[in-house]
Every structure is written in structure tokens, then in C-alpha cells.
């Protein structure tokens, strides 16, 4: 069975700050993938990123920066120097590869206000 | 590339009643997903679509709910007898795949949010 948990439920930051968001997962797959996906107000989830198990390349993005490390099951997501605009739901969520692979296991999401 | 488009936004509904959401998946898009989101958590998956085909549907919360992707386009989400406890976010997400093995990632709708009262 996969799980994803994404311990922290809701952070505030000022704008400008630095902020990380946690995720951990759990999967018996030796190949799967990993992503990230935000949910504005609106409703749509906006893709951000994904990560194949092999590679292990930490990646940035602009402000957005992730961190997988493997011999933890973590797959961490950092935004440097927030804005207002960065305010969503940030959602985790990972499949593994092959047959099955259209199914997600998303976490319960992490509320992310920043504050002008 | 116009993304997915879902309608209706919102629906209210009364308990008991039918009601059928659509989706227009992005159109070089092969595969089609339906998933469910409720307050406070990640979205849940419900069913998917590989052209016309349904492929996997175990995951629908009863016999109530079916799904149709005729002619492999559009496709539409029903729950006939609406209960209160369906009340939730539906979300269609599409992607495009090619090998038979997951390829690109899943581009999902704004959703439509149902109420039964």
C-alpha cells in the first residue's frame, strides 16, 4: 500500500520569507514517482513538478526548490522568498510506475497563507 | 491548449435526485481520470479512461456512480440517488499517454463542487 503524509496542516509566513513544506511517503515500489501540485482558491490543481524514484537530483525551479531524499522517503518542497500569490493548498502525491500508475495517493495537503 | 474543462462550477442538489457532471479533457489527451476531493483532504481516486475504455472502475464509491467517455472525447460522471455524503469537489484530470506505461503528468480541471441538501 502507498501513503503519503504531509504532517503539517497549515503555515502561515510574512511575504519574502523562506518556507518548506513536508512531505514523507511510503511505497513497497523499487520505481515510482513523486509530485507536487498546488491548489489555488480557484479550485484546479496546478502541476509543479515530478520526480522519478532514480533520480535523486535535488531541483529548482525559479523560487521553488525540491529536495528527495530517498534514504528517508522525504520529498520536500521550499519556496524562497514568498508572495501573497504563493497562498494554496499544496498537495504531495505519488504513483508508482507501470500497470496501476494512473492512480495518485495524494497527502491531505499543506494550507499555505502568506501574509502581505 | 485550453486545459480541462468541467461543468457545471457548482451544483445543489436534493437528496435523491440524478446529476451528471462533464468533462472536456485537453484534446490530444488519451487518458481521462475522474477523482474526488472532500473538505480537508487530497483528492481521492474514483475511475479512468484510456480512449473509450474504461479500464479501472473498482474504486467508484457504490453502484451509484457511473462514468461514460463515449468516442473517446468528452466524458461524463453520474451519481444517480444523490446522498449527503457526496457531497464533494469532482475532479476530471487528463494526460497523454503513449507506451502503455505512465507518461505525462496529470492535468486536472477547477472541479465541479456538488452539494446534495
Known amino acids: 500500500a502507498q501513503k503519503v503524509t504531509q504532517a503539517q496542516t497549515e503555515i502561515s509566513v510574512v511575504e519574502k520569507e523562506d518556507v518548506t513544506l513536508d512531505c514523507v511517503y511510503e511505497?513497497?515500489?523499487?520505481?515510482?514517482?513523486l509530485f507536487w501540485y498546488k491548489q489555488p482558491p480557484s479550485g484546479e490543481l496546478v502541476f509543479l513538478i515530478r520526480?522519478?524514484?532514480?533520480?535523486?537530483q535535488n531541483e529548482i525551479s525559479g523560487r521553488y526548490s525540491w529536495n528527495f531524499q530517498k534514504s528517508t522517503s522525504s520529498f520536500n518542497f521550499t519556496i524562497t522568498a514568498s508572495q501573497v500569490v504563493d497562498s494554496a493548498v499544496y498537495f504531495c502525491?505519488?504513483?508508482?510506475?507501470?500497470?496501476?500508475?494512473?492512480?495518485?495517493?495524494f497527502g491531505k495537503g499543506t494550507k499555505l497563507s502568506v501574509i502581505p | 491548449d485550453t486545459g480541462v474543462s468541467q461543468d457545471p462550477r457548482h451544483k445543489i442538489t436534493k437528496r435523491g435526485q440524478n446529476v451528471t457532471f462533464r468533462c472536456d479533457p485537453i484534446?490530444?489527451?488519451?487518458?481521462l481520470y475522474w477523482y474526488r476531493q472532500t473538505l480537508g483532504q487530497g483528492p481521492e481516486f474514483l475511475t479512468y479512461f484510456q480512449n473509450e475504455a474504461q479500464l479501472e472502475k473498482s474504486r467508484l464509491l457504490s453502484d451509484r456512480f457511473s462514468a461514460e467517455r463515449p468516442k473517446g472525447s468528452f466524458s461524463t460522471l453520474e451519481i444517480q440517488r444523490t446522498e449527503q455524503g457526496d457531497s464533494a469537489m469532482y475532479l476530471c484530470a487528463s494526460s497523454y499517454d503513449l507506451t502503455g506505461r505512465y507518461n505525462s503528468p496529470l492535468h486536472f480541471g477547477n472541479g465541479t463542487r456538488l452539494t446534495v441538501t
Open positions: 502525491a505519488l504513483t508508482h510506475s507501470g500497470a496501476g500508475s494512473y492512480q495518485l495517493t
Open positions: 511505497t513497497r515500489d523499487t520505481t515510482y514517482y
Open positions: 484534446s490530444e489527451h488519451n487518458r
Open positions: 520526480r522519478n524514484s532514480f533520480d535523486e
